[in-house]
């Protein structure tokens, strides 16, 4: 049976709470705008609802897209289709539809598309923010039940040496999806909830739980901190009064939990430690989230909320936004190939033009006998220095998670003011600095195969290892990733968010099931634990690096 279909008596039983909302299917950037499986499109609005009128064709009229704060309108047809005497004949004037009635509280910066985003409020990183999440008792229970379809009975397994999970006896419900990478087998289900923030609210808010390792792991090990995302303007389809509602500017939040960082800071760390290095990079901030489904408020633990790519990041950070925007996951994202499934696009959808990296994908696997050929081929379509900066920053940093051990956790950006060559921009980097990571590449590089070609193809031609070595040398040497620099900031952090994780001068401390935090001592311990502690791996990693440049 189809997830949709599965969760049909649970959205009956729930219509009267909130219509249906929550019933909504996977991973669509509008979660009620209409994909296949998703709940139908409402019908037309009736006249004088507020909705934009569209003309009736062959009328002679023409009418203009409603915004929050401008109906629609109609244009009279012109004297040049009125006949040979140039005479217009009387017609009735078109009605125009009523501006849109928002809902209290809703103010122009806060929550009108087109608003400048306000980086500095949003994302203030001298303070814990906090957010405040209110939903139905059903919807908190269709989430859960989505996550029990995907991946089985929750707190079913123990967690491996690892830390991610291991299948009890008998239970391998969810633990074998089609795509080996994805180990939760599809996007959880969205539900409708109402956001507060800064003493503003925002209405009719889609929310639903994200993840892969970290979701699987937190989900059956019964650890009930797991991120998520929310997007401001999911249900606009039923509820036009919070069309193009933003949050600050912003369209997407992602809420990162911090598994298997008990430092609860690489995110943000790493964040920082890339705009050091000028590398595009996702901004992030602390937030307390709180949430209250029908029970009162309870206190997920303390989060990193990290700025969706596909949102203002390209407008901010690069001189053109026009270009294609890529989310590459699975099978064909090692380049060995292209798969259309495997590089989602997360811009221009309405136009199937995949070019841009179908060409890349193809200059990188082209002959290399003639190698000066077949590297002006690969640079007219891809911004090698951009990948070689990410790579060197990956290696200085151990973060693992990503191109070279697994085919996701980047972006590709088709720069329009750089003759659209795709850039690099790294994702998800709460794996960073580990002492012991599983699949950690050597600095060099030298025991990857041509399983990963961007890689091995690049690594065998001296012109571009040569080029690996430079931007190496040149992160390592960075003033941010200097021993004493980089301490007194990743301390800095740490003491800052201390009181929201541990507890502490009036603030509430994270508690089970809601924490990966067993002990106060493992958060305490974080940076200075002298075999797994972020220091210790930093001094390691340096070392590493340092040698493989002699």
């Known amino acids: 049976m189809s997830k949709t279909l599965s969760a049909l008596p649970l959205c009956f039983s729930v219509l009267l709470a909130f219509g249906c909302q929550g019933a909504n299917t996977r991973g669509d950037e509008n979660p009620v705008g209409g994909s296949a499986g998703t709940v139908a499109e409402p019908a037309l609005p009736a006249a004088g609802s507020g909705a934009p009128i569209t003309p009736v064709a062959g009328s002679g009229a023409s009418a203009t897209a409603a915004s929050p704060s401008q109906p629609a309108t109609a244009t009279p047809p012109t004297a040049a289709a009125a006949g040979a005497g140039g005479s217009v004949a009387p017609t009735m004037a078109m009605p125009t539809a009523p501006a849109i009635a928002r809902p209290d509280g809703w103010q122009a910066a806060s929550h009108e598309r087109g608003s400048t985003p306000d ?60 795509d080996p990478t994805d180990l939760v087998g599809g ?37 009930m ?37 008990p430092s609860l800071i690489r995110d943000k760390l790493a964040e ?46 690069f001189k053109d936004k026009s270009g294609n ?54 640079d007219a379509v891809f911004n090698v220095q951009s990948f070689w900066n990410v790579v060197a920053f990956s290696r200085a940093v151990g973060h693992w998670d990503g191109y070279g051990v697994m085919s996701h956790n980047y972006y590709l950006y088709g720069d329009p003011s750089d003759n659209n060559r795709l850039m690099w921009i790294s994702w998800d980097h709460n794996l960073a600095w580990q002492g ?25 031609d001296p012109i571009y290892r ?34 929201y994780v541990i507890g502490g001068g009036g603030q509430t401390g994270e508690k089970a099931p809601y924490s990966f935090i067993t002990q106060p001592t493992d958060f305490q311990n974080a940076l200075t634990d002298s075999t797994r502690g972020l220091f210790t791996s930093a001094i390691s990693l340096r070392g590493a690096v340092d040698t493989a440049l002699q």
């Not at 606009?236 to 960082?261: A, I, K």
């Not at 012991?436 to 065998?460: A, C, H, K, N, Y």
Request: aromatic share 12%; proline share 5%.
């Open 325 to 378: 925007l890529y989310k590459p996951d699975g099978p064909a994202a090692n380049w060995t190939r292209f798969e259309m499934d495997s590089f989602e696009k997360k811009s221009n959808k309405e136009a199937a033009d995949y070019s841009d990296i179908m060409a890349a994908i193809t200059a990188l696997n082209a002959p290399r006998s003639d190698a000066q050929v077949w590297r002006a081929g690969l």
């Open 119 to 178: 980086y500095a409020r949003v994302f203030a990183e001298d303070k814990v923010h906090r957010i405040d999440i209110t939903m139905t008792r059903e919807a908190r229970q269709m989430m859960l039940d989505d996550l029990e379809m995907l991946l089985g009975e929750m707190g079913t397994t123990q967690s491996g040496g690892f830390g991610f999970p291991v299948p009890a006896a008998g239970n391998m419900n969810g633990m074998m999806p089609r």
């Open 225 to 261: 901190k797991i991120g998520f995302r929310l997007n401001f303007d999911g249900y606009e389809m039923e509820h036009p009064e919070v069309s193009d509602q933003r949050f600050y500017g912003f369209g997407e939040m992602t809420f990162s939990s911090g598994f298997r960082d």
């Open 272 to 317: 920082q430690v890339m705009r050091g290095l000028e590398i595009p990079t996702a901004r992030c901030a602390f937030y307390q989230v709180f949430v209250d489904a029908g029970e009162g408020p309870v206190y997920w633990g303390l989060y990193t909320m990290i700025e969706d790519p596909s949102d203002q990041m390209i407008e901010a950070q």
């Open 466 to 499: 040569a080029q690996y070595l430079d931007a190496l040398r040149k992160t390592s040497a960075a003033p941010i990733l200097q021993q004493q620099a980089f301490e007194a900031l990743a301390s800095k952090l740490h003491t800052m968010i201390g009181p």
């Open 187 to 223: 996007d959880p289900v969205y539900v409708p909830v109402t956001v507060r923030y800064d003493g503003g609210v925002w209405n009719h808010v889609a929310m639903r739980h994200k993840g892969n390792s970290s979701l699987a792991s937190a989900w059956r090990t019964g650890v």
């Open 436 to 460: 012991q990571s599983f699949g950690r590449l050597s600095v060099l590089m030298d025991e990857i195969t041509e399983d990963w070609p961007l890689l091995r193809f690049l690594l065998d």
